[in-house]
């Protein structure tokens, strides 16, 4: 009994080991960015690395309080989640009439919806630029809603529409028979059983708009400017500050974090659904 107890504890230790390696591997970089946040730019580019030193959060202070990111984070989220709020308003009504009616052009407009995402940002920096000047929105927050909003609306609707088909019709006839409408039937009984797929969507919607670069580098200047942009106009010149560099980056990764945490529960279901019939 106990032989058979140590050859399975063999068995899996070769698991653990890689899981444990695999686990290093993807936390390591958060452990740098954030250990070298709380580092004077001296320690920051001593060799070898120091692993320990006296933590300080100076960087923090400065980033805050006199370069300004405090600004740049807030304008992040009230660009995130108003890009993120629009997705889902607009995309789940979109997914359920894809999902559940025929029309004309059903085939064409969902390949519209998908091959969106095929376009690289980069194609379309320099027209948004133009269109964007010509109407006099540059350097506004406006502007970074509308178009993040082009390309994570796709995203809700593709990840929304599978699961809105993968509901059992049944439950939409017999709605129907007790005299329900169709928007009640989404909203009703639809709509919260598509709630994985929404939160997933969310958080991709949210991550993606928090997270954007390019256009927040081409479109911004100050007003509108963003905490990615932010976090690299401190590349410039002959020096470069890790500790702020390190330090901007921390505060921009904690609100993913918390909005991930927030709705863990019904990423893990959306994340998995489908997996089991």
Partial sequence: MAATG???ARSILPQIVLLTAILLFCVFPFYWMVTTSLK???VALSQPPQWIFTPTL?????VLFEDGVGR???NSLIVAVST???AVLLGCPAAYALARFEFRGKSDLWFWFITNRMVS???LALPFF???RWIGLLDTKLVLILIYLTFNLPIVIWLCTDQFR???YDLDEAAILEGAGHWRIFRSICLPLAMPAVAVSSIFSFIFSWNELLYAIVLTRNDAKTAPAMAISYMEGYSLPYGKIMATSTLIVIPVLIFALIASKQLVRGLTMGAVK
């Fill in 40 to 42: 004077t730019q001296l």
């Fill in 72 to 74: 740049t984070m807030v």
């Fill in 6 to 8: 140590s050859t399975s």
């Fill in 166 to 168: 993968s509901i059992p």
């Fill in 121 to 123: 940002p980069i194609v």
């Fill in 130 to 132: 133009l269109i964007v």
């Fill in 84 to 86: 993120t709020v629009l």
């Fill in 58 to 62: 100076g960087n923090y202070a400065e």
